[in-house]
């Protein structure tokens, strides 16, 4: 194999992984950028791992790579954030939780440059506000409580002359017994 026919192939390759990460912008809610400087490999494995469980991606992808990547998609904000080393969280459900478990994770160890969510760009402090939403579930339950309270109270004052008159039968019962 002559030393074009390498250089070529490493161009197919390249054309396919800026593919990918695009097919992966595309389809993801929000897209954070993160300096994972000093992170062992254990805490990397457990960073991707809870990231995984919030229905999201982490990724180490080189920022020539990227930045051709993020033509054409919501994420273009992004490309002032390409300097040094950066690990990528591609959001696919809900970006509350993940943004929940990035900044959990992320105390000291894992510093986040900033992310787009719904077509804005977020800056560090933005990603922890976000964090600090209510997350769908959440969000969910409480509009059920909601829904679901005036036909509670409406249980309860139907039921109450009848619970009145059991109370007033077991005073007077007490009564007469004494």
Do not use: C
Not at 3 to 19: F, Y
Not at 120 to 138: C, H, I, T
């Amino acid at each position: 194999m002559s030393e074009a026919q390498v250089v070529r192939a490493s161009h197919g390759e390249k054309a396919e992984t800026v593919a990918a990460i695009h097919e992966r912008l595309k389809s993801a809610k929000m897209a954070i950028v993160t300096e994972y400087r000093g992170l062992s490999v254990a805490q990397m494995t457990r960073l991707r791992r809870e990231i995984r469980d919030a229905s999201g991606e982490y990724q180490v992808i080189k920022n020539t790579l990227v930045r051709r990547a993020l033509d054409g998609t919501a994420f273009g904000d992004l490309e002032k954030l390409l300097e040094g080393p950066n690990g990528w969280v591609f959001a696919y459900d809900d970006p509350v939780v993940l943004s929940k478990a990035l900044v959990k994770f992320g105390d000291d160890r894992l510093a986040i440059k900033g992310g787009v969510f719904e077509g804005r760009f977020l800056d560090p402090a933005g990603v922890k506000v976000l964090s600090q939403m209510p997350s769908k579930p959440e969000l969910q339950a409480k509009l059920l409580a909601m829904i679901n309270a005036p036909a509670t109270q409406l249980v309860r004052l139907i039921q109450e002359p009848g619970a009145r008159m059991v109370r007033l039968l077991e005073s007077v019962r007490k009564s007469k017994s004494e």
